[in-house]
């Protein structure tokens, strides 16, 4: 029987007047535009596309209003000939009302902006109507309105469906009632027919025409600006303004439509976010109904909890397009209402709270757990699982064992607070909540089983956790076990296979597993990280508005830090006739002190020489730094003395006709000849001449520099023509520049092309557009890259020496160039003073001269060091023969390139700070690549053992099972084969795969030559079958792992790396500098392609180091 009869309800009469006032408004729009369409586009007329928009615009919420009140007076004709309960009469009552609502507030609307008076409104009054019209507060609360129709779309088409069909059948009232005439424009038109709709089409309604409320005026907009484009432009124009200049008239009515979109188009955005949320809330309690999980509230609970773990939320197995996953916070929210009512509750707007309850405790817990401030919950609530706090959900569930805090922990998406691991744990404990009925007393098992596949699915992409995966899940654990126990017997096996794919994770550990050790750097690199965190906190605390003294600390531990690593551990030669020397203690203590710091905690800072010379950081800084230093100091160098000292040196060589014509050769740059020093400074010069270096100093600059170089060669000359003419001849005395100046020669590479400058060695990356590489490589092999230093166990003084300042990189020794300028200039020092350039008339200009001849020539050669070419000025005779030279003692690194040269400084270390920035992450990427192959060889390894102990485990349970008469011979075998087996596992883990090889050939052959390999059916024996299979698996296994040593190591030096090289079978071509360069605008992921391609390639073939004779001449300056 129906809930209620209609009383005094006529579903025809009301169709019929809905119908009749909806054809009267389509009547009089449709005899709008019939008018409006005579003259389109006449003078002062607009588009008929503009007029044709415009009466769509009208017409859209005209038929929409007629269409909600069909739909009310089909629920009322439902409700009151159907059976329909208390709260299905409730629910349409409430749509009913919304209904009533909307048009109320239409009518009002059409009431206070009517768009259509007549047929001669024109169309530009219509369009400042509905301008008007989506003014009104009004207009968006019927949209608001509109809308929440949508809400309760669900539950209206869900009494419907239950109803209707029945209706359809045999109820005539009802019929009628759907039964309309088609809302064509004309209602007049004599074949105009009849429609029949049901209550499911009607309330998609809503949905469908809020977004038409914008689209209608789109439509206008569009069609106004075609108008305005026309070619010839349109003759439309205002009164006031001058014929065909129509843009202010149409920007008149733009502005108009303007104004409807910009408040219409938000509002929607707004409304179907809300809808959505609201959709997804509705769905949850469909759902519910449809699955008839009983109406108990530990069933819904239950049947809820574990439809939000069903969803995999932030796992692999999410499936990101379901609606219930895309708005998993309206989906939670709704849940947490249904289900747990004393928690949670909505608020007048419907939204989201958390009930204070009687116990605060509780209260402040979940907004803390959920990640809610207390502090300003007027706002609405957010329910994100990132935000969810793991610590105190776990509290909550602890405090009242209610799984829900679990779920809701299970929900949060990996990250660093969040781990793999906890993840995974979250799963455990929700499996073993399922096995407690914490989560309903059914589907238990199947209910655990699907946490255990989550838990494998985080494994898969975090291998980290697939031990403990299996240690909870596998087969043999008490979860597993238990899964596959109440699966059906023709599924366990299936089951127990899927369980066991991580069995191998337990043998990670014990096959030496990688460890990602920390990233090793230089000293070097350790300091530049150091300086640049210290230079910005200094200027943070600069401006801010803190205590002098604190900003006066600050500063002063910069520059602490700068003269650090400058200067390194400050060393001095001691006795030259002993091994010993001498430590600057102070400076030792504060490298350690610095190289402490908690900032470096995250990188292995490694002292090894090999590690610090082949830091191409500190080489890059000292080339920038010899370039800043001649920027900014060639214009103090007088231009008159620099040529007078050439010309003194020239003269002082005069009497050696061919070693003149040889200097004019070479600063000429047609020098002919054989010598390779001969060859770098003709090099040298001509690279300044043509501008390809020094391109920023003007024409007299470079010419200063060019004097500068000229002069270094001919300090050179002299000193080969006329050594023994020259003062401080220890070159053949010295033992530092004899058998313990540790210079090894790199033999045969002559064909190394390298267009760096400085220090820079050929495989160091450095950018295109950087000072620190040039145009054209060299014609020969380039200082930098001719020698390294000797590591062959022998005791080397100056080895020992430069490496133990910790920031010095070897290039050719203990400079032999500086010491030629220095015995030159002591001649002059000595002579008359007519020879004299005045470059000895002090100490001040000794060091002027001597900081950018030093610059020069490391950037223009790289032969040098700054220690290298610098240590010279510290040696005893050096210093005993320039005694009269008041503060020439004073000279050193520091006064040469720390004091009075702040701005090339500051630059240099900048510009060197970016540099370590780049390479320290390309390292690192090295370094992971390194340790994914590695990982992937043990990941192998570990995945062979698995089914190796699995085989023996599962032929030792057989035997077990075995009858008596069998159970022996069988027992003979396990005891031959299980010691053989764990020796061939002990063998795997340590990575030799050809040795477990062979320990299993041997078991087979065993078990051949004692057993047999055939039993009495003629089929293969057992225990040879699984000795056979665990050799097969071996056997793969050593296909899969790579024979070759992977030799790319940043850390290698240069020697080392071409010996490894020529081990290779393909010698290689010369590569391209632009493989060397960092990329412009930081892309770094392209140095690091660019890096690998080239070392992958880098195969010089070439033959063992020569020893250089003891007293050669330094030939590489």
Same mark, same amino acid.
């Given at each position: 029987?129906?809930?209620? %009869?209609?009383?005094?309800?006529?579903?025809?009469?009301?169709?019929?007047?809905?119908?009749?006032?909806?054809?009267?408004?389509?009547?009089?729009?449709?005899? +709008?535009?019939?008018?409006?369409?005579?003259?389109?586009?006449?003078?002062?007329?607009?588009?008929?596309?503009?007029?044709?928009?415009?009466?769509?615009?009208?017409?859209?919420?005209?038929?929409?209003?007629?269409?909600?009140?069909?739909?009310?007076?089909?629920?009322?004709?439902?409700?009151?000939?159907?059976?329909?309960?208390?709260?299905?009469?409730?629910?349409?009552?409430?749509?009913?009302?919304?209904?009533?609502?909307?048009?109320?507030?239409?009518?009002?609307?059409?009431?206070?902006?009517?768009?259509?008076?007549?047929?001669?409104?024109?169309?530009?009054?219509?369009?400042?109507?509905?301008?008007?019209?989506?003014?009104? !507060?009004?207009?968006?609360?019927?949209?608001?309105?509109?809308?929440?129709?949508?809400?309760?779309?669900?539950?209206?088409?869900?009494?419907?469906?239950?109803?209707?069909?029945?209706?359809?059948?045999?109820?005539?009232?009802?019929?009628?009632?759907?039964?309309?005439?088609?809302?064509?424009?004309?209602? &007049?038109?004599?074949? %105009?027919?009849?429609?029949?709709?049901?209550?499911?089409?009607?309330?998609?309604?809503?949905?469908?025409?809020?977004?038409?409320?914008?689209?209608?005026?789109?439509?206008?907009?569009?069609?106004?600006?075609?108008?305005?484009?026309?070619?010839?432009?349109?003759?439309?124009?205002?009164?006031?303004?001058? !014929?065909?200049?129509?843009?202010?008239?149409?920007?008149?009515?733009?502005?108009?439509?303007?104004?409807?979109?910009?408040?219409?188009?938000?509002?929607?955005? @707004?409304?179907?976010?809300?809808?959505?949320?609201?959709?997804?809330?509705?769905?949850?309690?469909?759902?519910?109904? /449809? =699955?008839?999980?009983?109406?108990?509230?530990?069933?819904?609970?239950?049947?809820?909890?574990?439809?939000?773990?069903?969803?995999?939320?932030?796992?692999?197995?999410?499936?990101?397009?379901?609606?219930?996953?895309?708005?998993?916070?309206?989906?939670?929210?709704?849940?947490?209402?249904?289900?747990?009512?004393?928690?949670?509750?909505?608020?007048?707007?419907?939204?989201?709270?958390?009930?204070?309850?009687?116990?605060?405790?509780?209260?402040?817990?979940?907004?803390?757990?959920?990640?809610? *401030?207390?502090?300003?919950?007027?706002?609405?609530?957010?329910?994100?699982?990132?935000?969810?706090?793991?610590?105190?959900?776990?509290?909550?569930?602890?405090?009242?064992?209610?799984?829900?805090?679990?779920?809701?922990?299970?929900?949060?998406?990996?990250?660093?607070?969040?781990?793999?691991?906890?993840?995974?744990?979250?799963?455990?404990?929700?499996?073993?909540?399922?096995?407690?009925?914490?989560?309903?007393?059914?589907?238990?098992?199947?209910?655990?089983?699907?946490?255990?596949?989550?838990?494998?699915?985080?494994?898969?992409?975090?291998?980290?956790?697939?031990?403990?995966?299996?240690?909870?899940?596998?087969?043999?654990?008490?979860?597993?076990? +238990?899964?596959?126990?109440?699966?059906?017997?023709?599924?366990?096996?299936?089951?127990?296979?899927?369980? /066991?794919? #991580?069995?191998?994770?337990?043998?990670?550990?014990?096959?030496?597993?990688?460890?990602?050790? =920390?990233?090793?750097?230089?000293?070097?690199?350790?300091?530049?990280?150091?300086?640049?965190?210290?230079?910005?906190?200094?200027?943070?605390?600069?401006?801010?508005?803190?205590? *002098?003294?604190?900003?006066?600390?600050?500063?002063?531990?910069?520059?602490?830090?700068?003269?650090?690593?400058?200067?390194?551990?400050?060393?001095?030669?001691?006795?030259?006739?002993?091994?010993?020397?001498?430590?600057?203690?102070?400076?030792?203590?504060?490298?350690?002190?610095?190289?402490?710091?908690?900032?470096?905690?995250?990188?292995?800072? /490694?002292?090894?020489?090999?590690?610090?010379?082949?830091?191409?950081?500190? %080489?890059?800084? @000292?080339?920038?730094?010899?370039?800043?230093?001649?920027?900014?100091?060639?214009? /103090?160098?007088?231009?008159?003395?620099?040529?007078?000292?050439?010309?003194?040196?020239?003269?002082?060589?005069? *009497?050696?006709?061919?070693?003149?014509?040889?200097?004019?050769?070479?600063?000429?740059?047609?020098?002919?000849?054989?010598?390779?020093?001969?060859?770098?400074?003709?090099?040298?010069?001509?690279?300044?001449?043509?501008?390809?270096?020094?391109?920023?100093?003007? &024409? &007299?600059?470079?010419?200063?520099?060019?004097?500068?170089?000229?002069?270094?060669?001919?300090?050179?000359?002299?000193?080969?023509?006329?050594?023994?003419?020259?003062?401080?001849?220890?070159?053949?005395?010295?033992?530092?520049?004899?058998?313990?100046?540790?210079?090894?020669?790199?033999?045969?590479?002559?064909?190394?092309?390298?267009?760096?400058?400085?220090?820079? =060695?050929?495989?160091?990356?450095?950018?295109?557009?950087?000072?620190?590489?040039?145009?054209?490589?060299?014609?020969?092999?380039?200082?930098?890259?001719?020698?390294?230093?000797?590591?062959?166990?022998?005791?080397?003084? +100056?080895?020992?020496?430069?490496?133990?300042?910790?920031?010095?990189?070897?290039?050719?020794?203990?400079?032999?160039?500086?010491?030629?300028?220095?015995?030159?200039?002591?001649?002059?020092?000595?002579?008359?003073?007519?020879?004299?350039?005045?470059?000895?008339?002090?100490?001040?200009?000794?060091?002027? #001269?001597?900081?950018?001849?030093?610059?020069?020539?490391?950037?223009?050669?790289?032969?040098?060091?700054?220690?290298?070419?610098?240590?010279?000025?510290?040696?005893?005779?050096?210093?005993?023969?320039?005694?009269?030279?008041?503060?020439? =003692?004073?000279?050193?690194?520091?006064?040469?390139?720390?004091?009075?040269?702040?701005?090339?400084?500051?630059?240099?270390?900048?510009?060197?700070?970016?540099?370590?920035?780049?390479?320290?992450?390309?390292?690192?990427?090295?370094?992971?690549?390194?340790?994914?192959?590695?990982?992937?060889?043990?990941?192998?390894?570990?995945?062979?053992?698995?089914?190796?102990?699995?085989?023996?485990?599962?032929?030792?349970?057989?035997?077990?099972?075995?009858?008596?008469?069998?159970?022996?011979?069988?027992?003979?075998?396990?005891?031959?084969?299980?010691?053989?087996?764990?020796?061939?596992?002990?063998?795997?883990?340590?990575?030799?795969?050809?040795?477990?090889?062979?320990?299993?050939?041997?078991?087979?052959?065993?078990?051949?030559?004692?057993?047999?390999?055939?039993?009495?059916?003629?089929?293969?024996?057992?225990?040879?079958?699984?000795?056979?299979?665990?050799?097969?698996?071996?056997?793969?296994?050593?296909?899969?792992?790579?024979?070759?040593?992977?030799?790319?190591?940043?850390?290698?030096?240069?020697?080392?790396?071409?010996?490894?090289?020529?081990?290779?079978?393909?010698?290689?071509?010369?590569?391209?500098?632009?493989?060397?360069?960092?990329?412009?605008?930081?892309?770094?992921?392209?140095?690091?392609?660019?890096?690998?391609?080239?070392? @992958?390639?880098?195969?010089?073939?070439?033959?063992?180091?020569?020893?250089?004779?003891?007293?050669?001449?330094?030939?590489?300056?």
């Amino acid at each position: 029987m129906p809930k209620r %009869r209609l009383n005094n309800y006529f579903p025809n009469q009301e169709k019929q007047r809905i119908q009749d006032a909806l054809d009267q408004k389509l009547i009089q729009i449709e005899a +709008w535009g019939r008018e409006q369409l005579k003259q389109p586009g006449a003078k002062n007329h607009l588009s008929s596309g503009v007029i044709h928009a415009t009466k769509e615009a009208v017409v859209v919420p005209e038929r929409v209003n007629a269409d909600m009140q069909h739909l009310k007076n089909m629920l009322i004709t439902l409700s009151g000939n159907s059976p329909i309960t208390d709260n299905e009469q409730k629910i349409i009552d409430k749509y009913i009302e919304k209904i009533d609502k909307l048009v109320g507030l239409y009518a009002d609307l059409n009431e206070h902006h009517p768009l259509i008076n007549d047929k001669n409104t024109s169309p530009e009054e219509v369009i400042r109507g509905l301008n008007q019209k989506y003014n009104d !507060p009004k207009f968006y609360e019927m949209m608001e309105t509109l809308a929440s129709l949508e809400f309760d779309k669900e539950r209206i088409n869900s009494i419907a469906a239950k109803y209707e069909d029945a209706l359809k059948r045999k109820n005539a009232a009802y019929n009628e009632a759907r039964t309309i005439l088609t809302p064509i424009s004309n209602p &007049e038109n004599p074949a %105009r027919g009849t429609q029949t709709r049901d209550i499911a089409f009607l309330t998609s309604m809503p949905m469908q025409n809020l977004p038409r409320v914008s689209m209608v005026i789109r439509a206008i907009d569009e069609q106004i600006k075609k108008f305005r484009d026309t070619d010839p432009a349109p003759d439309y124009y205002v009164e006031q303004q001058a !014929p065909n200049n129509p843009n202010a008239a149409i920007a008149d009515l733009l502005t108009q439509t303007a104004g409807c979109l910009e408040r219409s188009g938000p509002k929607n955005s @707004e409304l179907q976010k809300k809808i959505g949320e609201k959709t997804v809330a509705n769905q949850a309690e469909a759902l519910y109904s /449809s =699955k008839g999980s009983g109406s108990s509230a530990e069933q819904k609970q239950a049947f809820f909890l574990r439809e939000i773990l069903n969803l995999n939320l932030n796992t692999p197995k999410a499936n990101t397009d379901e609606a219930r996953v895309k708005d998993f916070p309206a989906y939670l929210g709704a849940v947490l209402v249904k289900c747990f009512p004393e928690t949670f509750g909505l608020n007048a707007k419907e939204e989201l709270l958390i009930k204070a309850g009687a116990n605060a405790a509780d209260y402040i817990n979940i907004h803390n757990a959920l990640g809610i *401030p207390i502090i300003g919950e007027t706002d609405k609530i957010q329910l994100n699982p990132a935000q969810f706090d793991a610590a105190a959900l776990d509290e909550l569930y602890n405090s009242d064992q209610n799984a829900l805090w679990l779920v809701l922990k299970s929900t949060k998406p990996i990250d660093a607070n969040f781990t793999a691991e906890n993840k995974v744990k979250a799963y455990i404990e929700l499996a073993q909540a399922y096995k407690a009925q914490k989560i309903g007393g059914t589907e238990k098992y199947s209910g655990a089983y699907h946490m255990a596949q989550a838990a494998l699915e985080v494994a898969k992409n975090n291998p980290e956790c697939q031990e403990l995966v299996h240690n909870a899940f596998g087969p043999k654990s008490e979860l597993g076990q +238990w899964i596959i126990s109440k699966h059906a017997k023709q599924e366990q096996a299936k089951i127990s296979e899927y369980l /066991s794919q #991580y069995s191998h994770a337990q043998y990670l550990k014990s096959v030496e597993p990688p460890s990602l050790k =920390k990233q090793v750097i230089s000293p070097s690199q350790a300091l530049l990280i150091l300086i640049d965190h210290y230079q910005a906190q200094r200027n943070k605390l600069a401006a801010a508005n803190v205590d *002098p003294e604190i900003v006066k600390a600050a500063v002063e531990k910069v520059a602490e830090l700068k003269k650090l690593y400058v200067l390194g551990v400050r060393v001095g030669e001691a006795d030259a006739k002993y091994k010993k020397f001498n430590i600057n203690e102070d400076d030792l203590q504060k490298m350690q002190h610095y190289l402490a710091d908690p900032l470096l905690s995250s990188y292995e800072v /490694s002292k090894d020489k090999k590690v610090i010379n082949n830091d191409p950081t500190r %080489r890059y800084f @000292e080339t920038h730094l010899a370039y800043e230093t001649v920027k900014n100091q060639i214009d /103090s160098m007088n231009k008159d003395l620099l040529q007078t000292h050439v010309d003194k040196l020239a003269g002082a060589l005069s *009497p050696k006709a061919a070693d003149v014509k040889d200097c004019e050769d070479v600063f000429s740059n047609t020098y002919q000849g054989t010598s390779l020093l001969h060859k770098e400074f003709a090099n040298h010069i001509a690279k300044i001449k043509s501008k390809e270096i020094y391109s920023e100093l003007n &024409e &007299e600059q470079r010419e200063k520099v060019i004097l500068v170089v000229k002069s270094a060669f001919l300090g050179v000359a002299n000193a080969l023509a006329r050594g023994d003419e020259l003062p401080i001849n220890i070159y053949n005395k010295s033992r530092l520049y004899g058998d313990w100046r540790g210079k090894e020669m790199l033999k045969d590479q002559g064909s190394a092309a390298n267009a760096h400058m400085g220090l820079m =060695k050929g495989f160091m990356p450095v950018a295109q557009v950087d000072i620190a590489t040039s145009m054209n490589s060299a014609p020969f092999l380039k200082p930098s890259d001719q020698a390294t230093f000797k590591d062959d166990g022998e005791y080397y003084k +100056w080895v020992e020496m430069n490496f133990s300042g910790l920031v010095h990189p070897f290039s050719n020794s203990i400079s032999g160039t500086m010491l030629c300028q220095l015995r030159n200039l002591a001649e002059q020092k000595n002579g008359d003073i007519n020879n004299a350039s005045g470059i000895t008339d002090s100490a001040f200009e000794i060091e002027k #001269y001597s900081r950018v001849f030093i610059a020069a020539m490391l950037y223009g050669t790289g032969g040098h060091t700054l220690n290298e070419y610098s240590f010279p000025f510290q040696l005893e005779d050096v210093q005993n023969e320039f005694a009269g030279v008041d503060g020439f =003692k004073n000279i050193n690194l520091e006064t040469l390139f720390l004091d009075n040269n702040d701005a090339a400084l500051n630059n240099a270390i900048n510009q060197a700070i970016t540099y370590n920035a780049h390479f320290i992450q390309r390292q690192k990427i090295n370094q992971d690549i390194k340790f994914v192959s590695s990982y992937h060889d043990k990941l192998e390894l570990a995945q062979a053992i698995a089914p190796v102990v699995q085989k023996i485990e599962q032929y030792e349970s057989d035997v077990e099972k075995m009858l008596f008469s069998s159970h022996r011979t069988a027992s003979e075998k396990v005891d031959i084969m299980k010691p053989a087996i764990e020796q061939i596992i002990e063998v795997l883990k340590e990575g030799k795969v050809e040795d477990a090889a062979e320990l299993a050939e041997r078991l087979m052959q065993r078990l051949e030559h004692d057993y047999g390999t055939k039993g009495f059916t003629g089929s293969e024996k057992k225990s040879y079958q699984i000795a056979r299979e665990i050799h097969d698996i071996i056997s793969k296994l050593d296909n899969k792992l790579s024979k070759s040593e992977n030799i790319v190591s940043a850390n290698l030096s240069f020697k080392e790396r071409l010996q490894q090289f020529k081990t290779q079978e393909k010698p290689l071509e010369v590569i391209s500098e632009s493989d060397n360069s960092l990329p412009r605008e930081n892309n770094l992921s392209q140095v690091v392609l660019n890096f690998k391609a080239r070392i @992958e390639q880098l195969k010089i073939e070439v033959d063992e180091p020569h020893e250089e004779e003891e007293n050669n001449w330094d030939v590489s300056l």
